[in-house]
Structures are given as C-alpha cells and as structure tokens.
C-alpha cells in the first residue's frame, strides 16, 4: 500500500504552481499537490524546465493542507541557468520537481503546463524595481519641431545578458495620445541597471487640445507612456507591455521634469 501511495504521489502533476516576483534579489516559486499524510516540514530539492538538464536549487518549507502539500522556496534571480533562457516557449513549459522532506518523505512531479494557467502573485509592484521612468521630458514644441524624450532604468537581474530588441510607445497627456517613438538594440549586461533612451515626436496641435487652459495656466498635467519592449531570445522574440502614468507639471515640462510617482504599473507578455 505504501509503494502504490509513493508511486502516485510521483505520477500527479502538481495542481498549481504559483511565482511571487517580491522586491529584492530574489523571488519566490511554490508547487501544489498530492502527497502522503506526512509530508510536511523543511524540504531540499531541485527544479528544472524546458526538459534542460539544468536544474535549480529549491530549499523551503513543506506545508499540508487537505492532502495537498505546498512547497515554497525563495529562489536569487542571478541561479536562474541561461539554458532555461534558451529553450523558452511562451506558450507552455516542461516541468520537473523532486524534493526530500524532513519528515524522510520524498515528492517527485513532472508535466507540462501552460504559462497562462501559473498564478503570479504581486508581479506589479516587484516589477517596478526592474523598469523605472527615470525622467521624461519635451526637447521642443513648436511649429516646425515638436519632440522629446523618456529615459528607462533597467536592471537586468539575472546573470546573464538580455536583449531588448526593439521598443515601441505612445505619449498621451490627460488620455489623449499626443506622439509616438520607438527605438531597436539595447544588450542588458548581467545584474546591472542600465538607462534606455526612448525619443519620441509630438505633435503640437494634438498636445495643445490635450492641455487645454491648464498648459496656460500652469497646473500639471495628467500624462502616460504606454508601449512595449521587445525581448530577442533564441526561440523568438517576445513582446512586454510597459505603461507609466504620471503627472506632467507644465513649468516642468517646458524644462524636462516629469513627476512619477507609481513607475511601472503594467508589465506582461502578450
């Protein structure tokens, strides 16, 4: 009866796999399923994806509730391996969990899932701290040159590079769209943050009738770039939603100051 019990236990798919982007250098990674009656306490093992021979490490806290057990562990971003990088499909991934519990019983899961069915708890506000506005300014508005340009802190917190391969964005002042840009080729160096120039042309009319009395009469403004970064991997590339409200003070904005107080608010493959 134990044999069928530990066989079963290692045949089942884990029934939810959930990743927490929290702040810091590390992010944390849980997988839910069957087990034995016991199967609780602090556990070692280790995680691989895409069918890699790479693995990495999981050391956390087993938890049971109705015969499901819970594994969590805090995982760096920087012992993510490349390998994983370079077999990536956007669509679904080939799963392995093996993990020894205190309690001296083991759980061993495979599969594959789909990235739409994994729960991502707090993505939003961790992901601030990886694509920041650092400043977004109008160069000139004028008849005859009506431009400016926004400037991304990105950190690359692996230990490997990235590629942004191309980026494309829209300007709108008080939800009216006032200019567009876009941008090819940034490398992202391993566990570095990096400034990304996104240069953009407006068109005078259209952020005039945007501003309305408030351009004239000195009060901010509400204003948004939205758009995507474009990642190249070795499968293909893979677009990123990117939006940054803020409020454009129109002193400021006449100098380059931009206000930002929420950063990145939307960040997710599409």
Not at 103 to 123: H, I, L, N, P
Not at 133 to 162: K, W
Not at 240 to 260: E, K, M, N, Q, Y
Request: glycine share 10%; hydrophobic share 40%; with cysteine.
């Amino acid at each position: 009866m134990l044999t069928a019990c530990l066989l079963l236990a290692a045949a089942a798919a884990p029934v939810e796999i959930t990743i927490d982007p929290r702040p810091g250098a590390s992010f944390v990674v849980s997988f839910a399923g069957p087990a034995l009656k016991r199967t609780a306490g602090d556990f070692r093992g280790i995680v691989s994806l895409y069918g890699s021979p790479a693995e990495m490490p999981l050391i956390g806290r087993a938890e049971m509730r109705g015969g499901i057990v819970r594994l969590s562990a805090a995982v760096r971003y920087a012992d993510v391996p490349v390998d994983w990088l370079n077999r990536f499909r956007r669509d679904t991934f080939d799963y392995r969990v093996r993990a020894d519990v205190a309690s001296g019983e083991s759980v061993s899961w495979s599969g594959t899932e789909r990235w739409s069915g994994v729960k991502a708890a707090g993505s939003d506000e961790a992901l601030k701290q990886f694509v920041k506005m650092a400043s977004l300014e109008l160069t000139s508005l004028s008849l005859t040159r009506s431009e400016g340009r926004a400037v991304l802190a990105i950190t690359n917190p692996f230990s490997f590079p990235v590629t942004v391969a191309a980026t494309s964005y829209r300007l709108s002042v008080n939800g009216e769209e006032v200019g567009d840009g876009g941008t090819r080729g940034r490398i992202l160096r391993p566990r570095q943050t990096a400034s990304l120039e996104l240069p953009f042309t407006v068109q005078q009319w259209r952020f005039l009738a945007a501003a309305g009395r408030q351009w004239a009469s000195g009060a901010e403004l509400e204003a948004e770039l939205e758009g995507s970064l474009t990642l190249r991997l070795p499968t293909g590339d893979l677009s990123i939603a990117v939006r940054f409200p803020g409020r454009l003070g129109t002193d400021g904005a006449r100098s380059g100051v931009f206000s930002h107080p929420d950063g990145a608010t939307s960040l997710s493959p599409h």
